[in-house]
């Protein structure tokens, strides 16, 4: 429906009627619900596959890259015990492939004149290079002292890091539902894999070092691929990390896994493999380039928390299937319960996830369909930025919020409207 109301953008010698005003029609749209909720649902199902295809791109490239990682370091098998230099090599690989997509995809790559300079790159990419490549190189020199089960306890921490640091450079807003919700998880995770095991000092420090730089990391890389033109695609981003990466990695080789023991090795498997032994080193990087960049689209999708909230899952179905499948595993009473615990943590989190994604998408919408409604659609901007997850602990429902914000909005509406009828007498006056 269209509804005219008297505009104040006339100047006052075109104002005469018998009254002294004269009435410009000001066309104010009043936005079809029917219309809103159609888009609406169209944008959230578009996002919502896009998500899934992306978190399952991540967890079959994952699960491939954990099956060959278990063949190639297990003693029944290859037994190649150097993780870090494999991982180094991968860097080296993941370059070569990123710098192939852009050069042949010409529309992944970034404008010439956002390109880093020296000291931009040691300042913007350095740090996040750095904290992944000691990421890795702690985790697996604290599983030289402690246990695989205290190495997951521990290790869950990481989801409390990835929310401190995305609260520390402002990628979430602090939120009572979304830290209660975090917390629930990691509770669950812990009681999932607890087991009576020894406790080593400087395992749980390295180990807790190591999910503190991956909290770390993963907040740089979102804020490098939605804030920085430069790496705004995961194949650009990859190709500037990898250097820095590589570097990290094979320093923390050298020093804990020794390079003499690595090329004895490797000469032992080239004398048993051959030529096979160039598709062992190969297979895994182009497994470990596919993740990473299912891993890099899901964070510039979502967030840096959804995807550790995906990753507490995909580690969650490792488990039950090394349970099912391999018997590796015994479950108590205890871990089933932290499993179910865990499960209920994500389900709220997945609850909060799509009913912000509404809300946002609902306005995003009514923004788009009423462009010359600044005022209203600050106001707007403004109400989604608001702290409305309370929702989930009992404070109010979603359909009570949006007829709250609507109401808002039409009294902000007869309001502005109501001053811009006074401004016009006062001017005819």
Not at 221 to 227: G, N, P, W
């Amino acid at each position: 429906m269209v509804h005219r109301n008297p505009s104040t953008d006339r100047d006052d010698d075109n104002d005469a009627d018998t009254n002294g005003l004269l009435y410009a029609p000001e066309v104010i749209l009043e936005i079809p619900e029917s219309t809103v909720k159609k888009n609406v649902k169209r944008e959230l199902w578009r996002q919502g596959l896009l998500n899934v295809f992306y978190i399952a791109s991540w967890y079959f490239f994952s699960l491939l890259l954990s099956l060959y990682n278990k063949w190639m370091f297990s003693p029944q098998h290859l037994n190649f015990h150097y993780p870090l230099f494999i991982t180094s090599f991968h860097m080296i690989m993941q370059f070569g492939m990123a710098a192939a997509v852009l050069y042949f995809i010409p529309r992944f790559r970034p404008p010439r004149d956002s390109l880093f300079g020296y000291g931009d790159y040691v300042k913007k990419i350095g740090p996040c290079g750095m904290a992944t490549g000691l990421d890795i190189g702690l985790s697996n020199a604290s599983l030289k002292t402690i246990s695989l089960a205290f190495y997951t306890m521990v290790k869950s921490s990481s989801l409390g890091w990835v929310l401190l640091f995305a609260f520390i450079f402002r990628l979430e807003k602090p939120r009572a539902s979304l830290i209660g919700v975090i917390a629930l998880i990691t509770v669950g995770v812990v009681l999932m894999v607890v087991k009576e095991t020894n406790f080593v000092l400087i395992g749980f420090l390295l180990v807790l070092t190591a999910s503190a730089l991956g909290g770390f990391r993963w907040s740089l890389t979102q804020i490098l691929l939605k804030k920085n033109p430069a790496t705004s695609n995961p194949f650009s981003t990859i190709l500037f990390l990898a250097p820095v990466m590589f570097v990290t990695l094979i320093v923390s080789a050298v020093i804990t896994e020794g390079i003499s023991g690595f090329f004895t090795k490797m000469g032992e498997i080239w004398h048993e493999k051959g030529i096979l032994t160039i598709g062992i080193l190969l297979l895994p990087g182009f497994l470990a380039f596919l993740m990473t960049v299912a891993e890099f689209s899901l964070i510039q999708c979502t967030s840096v928390v959804t995807l550790s909230v995906a990753g507490i899952f995909k580690e969650m179905l490792t488990i039950l299937v090394g349970h099912v499948v391999f018997r590796d595993s015994q479950f108590s009473a205890l871990n089933i319960s932290g499993l179910f615990v865990t499960i209920l943590g994500i389900a709220l989190y997945n609850y909060l996830k799509i009913r912000r994604m509404k809300k946002e998408a609902t306005q995003a919408e009514r923004d788009k369909l009423r462009p010359n409604d600044e005022e209203h659609a600050d106001t707007r901007r403004r109400k989604v930025q608001e702290d409305d997850d309370d929702v989930v602990f009992g404070f109010g429902s979603e359909d009570e919020d949006s007829d709250e914000d609507h109401q808002q909005i039409g009294r902000q509406s007869q309001g502005s409207h109501a001053s811009q009828e006074e401004t016009r007498l006062l001017r005819s006056t």
